[in-house]
């Protein structure tokens, strides 16, 4: 049973591009967390998402947006990219109503 | 608002001897509480949770977290270090209901394990 899956592992971006980054979770859950964790600090939440809507998020700006689709899985977008945007970018998995989250290896993010 | 204190940014121990991490919280209601290990450039691993029950918690790897609601606290704790238990350590405290689980992390804990 594979656990949360993220790609890419690595991305490297300019400032001003924009990036995608995918989540698989794990198996029969349903519900979809991002989390961003600079260097040196703790995760931050960006946002949840449960039955393809956003349910939750935190204090991010527009620029953060997400999706999920059908089958659960989810992608964090992120446009006009800062170099205050790198980071590692954890994404989290669990059952709606659940009070557990397993979390992915996540995608380390180097805007330079 | 939820939050997490994690006044220990960096700790040094020697092989074999115990460990103790503070954690302190704030939330309005009894939360969940977390223990999370993350090592160099990996993601989150869960050592242990609370959510009601025993305030006594007992996780994977040897560890254990005792639920203290007077202080607001929900330190880790291990009788005997391991070298390779060296890796950064989150607190985290998140919504005792059901749904939403925005999760808040506390800045973590660095240990260092001495031969």
């Known amino acids: 049973d594979a656990g949360v899956t993220q790609s890419p592992t690595h991305l490297i971006k300019t400032r001003g591009q924009q990036v995608t980054l995918r989540c698989s979770p794990k198996?029969?859950?349903?519900?979809v967390s991002w989390y961003q964790q600079a260097l040196g600090q703790g995760p931050q939440f960006i946002f949840q998402?449960?039955?393809?809507?956003?349910?939750q998020r935190g204090n991010f700006p527009d620029r953060f947006s997400g999706h999920q689709f059908p089958n659960y899985s989810s992608e964090l977008n992120v446009n006009a990219l800062l170099l205050g945007d790198s980071a590692l970018y954890l994404c989290?998995?669990?059952?709606?109503?659940?009070?557990?989250?397993?979390f992915g290896p996540g995608t380390r993010l180097t805007v330079l | 608002a939820q939050s997490v204190t994690q006044p220990d940014i960096h700790i040094t121990v020697s092989e074999g001897a115990s460990l103790e991490l503070r954690c302190n919280y704030s939330?309005?209601?009894?939360?969940?509480l977390f223990w999370y290990v993350q090592s160099p450039g990996q993601g989150l691993q869960l050592l242990l949770k609370?959510?009601?029950?025993?305030?006594l918690v007992q996780g994977i790897k040897g560890f254990e977290a005792e639920f203290k609601r007077s202080q607001s606290s929900f330190n880790l704790r291990k009788p005997s270090v391991h070298w390779s238990d060296a890796a950064e350590y989150f607190c985290?405290?998140?919504?005792?209901?059901?749904?939403?689980?925005?999760?808040?992390f506390g800045t973590g804990t660095k240990l260092q394990v001495i031969p």
């Open positions: 989290a998995s669990s059952l709606w109503g659940g009070n557990e989250q397993f």
């Open positions: 198996s029969g859950h349903d519900t």
């Open positions: 998402y449960y039955e393809e809507e956003e349910r």
């Open positions: 939330y309005g209601a009894t939360p969940y």
């Open positions: 609370y959510f009601s029950g025993d305030t």
């Open positions: 985290a405290v998140g919504p005792n209901s059901g749904g939403y689980q925005k999760v808040t």
